[in-house]
Nanobody
Framework: QVQLVESGGGLVQAGGSLRLSCAAS????????MGWYRQAPGKQRELVAV???????NYADSVKGRFTISRDNAKNMVYLQMNSLKAEDTAVYYCKIFVYWGQGTQVTVSS
């Protein structure tokens, strides 16, 4: 069965950095888009960044210039490098590939 396992969340001060990782297993994901979403309490889940199988990327306006999404198809991994973090980045972050979701990892930014 398909499984997505996330890591890298935690507590960081405003202005700091975190790198999230998502390891996918159970299939070949090389042709699929990979994305990161986030959801803060009381808010809708929103798309943060997406990367296509060909490597093209798109970002939410709120994170452009600060976050970078990347993938390693040989390892079935997707990453989100988050720099210059702000308090408003606090949320549960989820990876998604095709119809599959990770369990979510908490990112908390203190101000």
């Amino acid at each position: 069965q398909v499984q997505l396992v996330e890591s890298g969340g935690g507590l960081v001060q405003a202005g700091g950095s975190l790198r999230l990782s998502c390891a996918a297993s159970g299939s070949d994901f090389s042709i699929y888009n990979m994305g990161w979403y986030r959801q803060a309490p009381g808010k809708q889940r929103e798309l943060v960044a997406v990367i296509t199988g060909a490597g093209s990327t798109n970002y939410a306006d709120s994170v452009k210039g600060r976050f970078t999404i990347s993938r390693d198809n040989a390892k079935n991994m997707v990453y989100l490098q988050m720099n210059s973090l702000k308090a408003e980045d606090t949320a549960v972050y989820y990876c998604k590939i095709f119809v599959y979701w990770g369990q979510g990892t908490q990112v908390t930014v203190s101000s």
